[in-house]
């Protein structure tokens, strides 16, 4: 580890004891802080403050954060955190992350997508604006994936239209188009 890691170790381990602290200006100001000197590995940790947290302030700060962040490293972390269901009341705001980072995530567009449907017509709109904001179109494997669970999801919930299910099926159809583009 170079000299320069190390400061920047410490750095981070300082940030992380000041957002842990109770003292909310302290947090706000290490989440700013961390929009400069973090890295992918705080991740989680903002996401489970997102999701307990009462504090407007707080809540905007790691919001702006996870939008804006650029670390191509970044998108492991957001997904795994998109798959936990502790995280389940943060889900419209980490997938609005994933468009507004500019990141690639093509590679997660099955897990995206199961993630959506678990969630409610916001949740879906999300998803359509990732999928309509991605540069290029995902591998053959993930997407004919996501079709397959977006297929099941569909032939399941047939009996229930509503808003929802009307944008899982434009969805649906915009996939099929990528897949035959491909």
């Not at 997660?108 to 916001?122: H, K, R, S, V, Y």
């Not at 004919?144 to 032939?155: F, Q, R």
Request: with cysteine; net charge negative; glycine share 4%.
């Amino acid at each position: 580890m170079t000299n320069e890691e190390n400061i920047r170790g410490k750095r981070l381990k300082a940030l992380l004891v000041d957002f842990t602290s109770k003292d909310l200006d302290k947090k706000i100001a290490a989440v700013q802080a961390m929009k400069i000197h973090g890295n992918e590995t705080v991740i989680d940790t903002l996401v489970k403050e997102l999701s307990t947290t009462k504090h407007e302030e707080l809540k905007e700060e790691i919001i702006e954060l996870l939008n804006n962040t650029k670390s191509s490293l970044v998108p492991v972390k957001i997904i795994a955190c998109l798959e936990n269901k502790k995280y389940a009341n943060c889900r419209q705001i980490m997938l609005a992350s994933i468009w507004n980072s500019g990141l690639d995530y093509r590679e997660f567009l099955p897990q995206i997508l199961t993630a959506t449907l678990e969630g409610d017509i916001m949740d879906a709109l999300e998803c359509v604006t990732i999928v309509e904001n991605f540069e290029g179109v995902p591998e053959d494997e993930e997407l004919n994936e996501a079709l397959v669970i977006l297929g099941n999801y569909l032939s399941e919930q047939k009996k229930e239209p509503s808003p929802k299910i009307d944008l899982l099926i434009e969805l649906g159809a915009m996939l099929k188009r990528m897949n035959d583009e491909s």
